[in-house]
């Protein structure tokens, strides 16, 4: 099974937004679980593996805020599917996708939170 990298890059409107996973402070932890749905970090990173999208817009909000910026988390979900962008060192994120680090390319890995949706739930719109 591979690993999520702890150091994750969020691209969203023509900006990055890094974030360390392993500089969390427990407060960071605990909103970016309460808005993931997630009992806790391994469980985040594990639906991080698996693109869920409450995880890509917890942890996006986390980065932005990190950079100085007050993230609407409503608008957050309200954007397209696609239109944020997981990239890590090892997993540079592919053009139109919304993949999360490490997440393969077939539903063979972790499985996600019963009831949360993740970008492999949706329809592909390339047929």
Same mark, same amino acid.
């Given at each position: 099974?591979?690993?999520?990298?702890?150091?994750?890059?969020?691209?969203?409107?023509?900006?990055?937004?890094?974030?360390?996973?392993?500089?969390?402070?427990?407060?960071?932890?605990?909103?970016? +679980? &309460? &808005?993931?749905?997630?009992?806790?970090?391994?469980?985040?990173?594990?639906?991080?593996?698996?693109?869920?999208?409450?995880?890509?817009?917890?942890?996006?909000? %986390?980065?932005?805020?990190?950079?100085?910026?007050?993230?609407?988390?409503?608008? %957050?979900?309200?954007?397209?599917?696609?239109?944020?962008?997981?990239?890590?060192?090892?997993?540079?994120?592919?053009?139109?996708?919304?993949?999360?680090?490490?997440?393969?390319?077939?539903?063979?890995?972790?499985?996600?939170?019963?009831?949360? +949706?993740?970008?492999?739930?949706?329809?592909?719109?390339?047929?």
């Amino acid at each position: 099974m591979s690993e999520v990298n702890s150091k994750i890059t969020f691209q969203l409107d023509g900006m990055e937004y890094p974030i360390d996973l392993a500089d969390l402070t427990n407060r960071e932890a605990d909103t970016v +679980c &309460h &808005h993931a749905k997630v009992a806790g970090m391994i469980q985040l990173s594990n639906e991080l593996m698996a693109g869920s999208v409450a995880a890509i817009v917890a942890l996006t909000g %986390l980065a932005m805020k990190r950079a100085g910026q007050s993230p609407d988390y409503e608008k %957050l979900w309200d954007l397209p599917t696609g239109a944020i962008q997981v990239a890590d060192d090892k997993n540079p994120p592919e053009a139109g996708t919304q993949g999360a680090p490490g997440s393969p390319s077939s539903p063979e890995s972790t499985e996600s939170n019963p009831g949360t +949706c993740t970008t492999s739930d949706l329809p592909s719109s390339e047929q």
